[in-house]
């Protein structure tokens, strides 16, 4: 049984571009959070999909969207990168009403 | 919104003593407080959870304590080994009516030395 991927696993990128991170979920999980984890910082919620939409949204800008797949794997874009924006993304995953959430291993982006 | 405060940031204990993590929380009407465990250059991993219908939690060598009153729990490794070294975080969630966003403290690095 395949746990949450991600990819790529790292990224460098300049200020200005466009990003896309991808996520695969567990399997049998439909919902899907997206986490920016800054150095040396616990992980700060960006958004969460469930059937395609977005349920919830923590305090990013609209530069960040995401979108999520019928087979309910996900991305997450991200404009108009800002030197900021370096980070560990991570994605986290959850079947239906469970509260546990299992992470991947995370996109290291770089933006120089 | 939630805010949760985590100490120590960092922890060095010998191998084989236990090592006791602190976190509070602001929000009353948050209902489920999980411990990730992340090491270098992986995803956080969940180690032990707790709802707040429950005073405590044990699994094998960790344990999970919970004051509602008080808005604080605690994490509980006793007879530490080197393989706990890790950067450990704790998280409170308001879950229901389609909402489980984690908010996070800030880590406690532990270091076993052996």
């Known amino acids: 049984d395949a746990g949450v991927t991600q990819s790529p696993t790292h990224l460098i990128k300049t200020r200005g571009q466009q990003v896309t991170l991808r996520c695969s979920p567990k399997?049998?999980?439909?919902?899907v959070s997206w986490y920016q984890q800054a150095l040396g910082q616990g992980p700060q919620f960006i958004f969460q999909y469930y059937e395609e939409e977005e349920r919830q949204r923590g305090n990013f800008p609209d530069r960040f969207s995401g979108h999520q797949f019928p087979n309910y794997s996900s991305e997450l874009n991200v404009n108009a990168l800002l030197l900021g924006d370096s980070a560990l993304y991570l994605c986290?995953?959850?079947?239906?009403?469970?509260?546990?959430?299992?992470f991947g291993a995370g996109t290291r982006l770089s933006v120089l | 919104g939630e805010n949760v405060e985590q100490h120590p940031s960092t922890l060095s204990v010998q191998e084989g003593d236990s090592a006791v993590i602190k976190c509070t929380y602001s929000d009353s009407a948050s209902n489920y407080f999980p411990w990730y465990k992340q090491e270098l250059g992986k995803g956080p991993q969940l180690i032990i959870d707790?709802?707040?219908?429950?005073g405590e939690k044990k699994d094998q060598r960790i344990a999970v304590t919970l004051n509602k009153t008080a808005k604080h729990f605690s994490l509980h490794i006793t007879e530490t080994q080197p393989e706990d070294s890790a950067v450990y975080f704790c998280?409170?969630?308001?879950?229901?009516?389609?909402?489980?966003?984690?908010?996070f403290g800030k880590g406690t690095k532990l270091s076993v030395i052996p």
């Open positions: 986290a995953t959850r079947r239906g009403a469970k509260n546990i959430q299992y």
């Open positions: 399997s049998g999980h439909d919902t």
């Open positions: 707790i709802r707040s219908n429950v």
């Open positions: 998280a409170a969630s308001l879950s229901g009516a389609g909402s489980y966003q984690l908010t």
